[in-house]
């Protein structure tokens, strides 16, 4: 125990009884005890703290090293000619709709939406009689 042999341990008992006499040394074995307890906590402690610091210090560097590859696609968007920034399209709005006007008029050379085809008006749905289905049936495997 604590790199001593067993003769060093005896040393060490046979001066404390020599020194505390037997009625105090049971009192000074459990303060002792207390004592190492005591230590060993806060050395735990000390411990966990020093590892939670060096877990932010390793999540702080991670988020950093996210945030510049973040910029940089950012920054490589930027260069698009059809990407525009939302902070000034926002702004736009807030101007017109406070009755401004945009700084560069609206030109429109086609038209936003078209309709694809006519609304029908009235829906005709026709009934298919069961010797119909059997006719498509018998031409469908005579098919294959």
Known sequence: MF??????????????????????????????????????????????????????????????????????????LKGFKNISNPVDDLQEALNMAKGGFKSTPLEVDEPIATQIEPKQEEVILKKKKSSDKLKESIEKKGNI
Not at 14 to 23: E, H, K, S, T, Y
């Open 3 to 76: 790199g001593m042999g067993f003769t060093e341990i005896l040393l060490i008992a046979v001066v404390a009884i020599l020194f505390l006499g037997p009625d105090k040394l049971p009192d000074a074995m459990v303060k002792i005890a207390k004592f190492i307890r005591s230590t060993k906590k806060a050395l735990t402690d000390a411990k966990n703290t020093i590892d939670d610091e060096l877990k932010i210090a390793e999540l702080k560097e991670e988020a950093l090293g996210y945030k510049a590859k973040l910029d940089e696609a950012t920054d490589e």
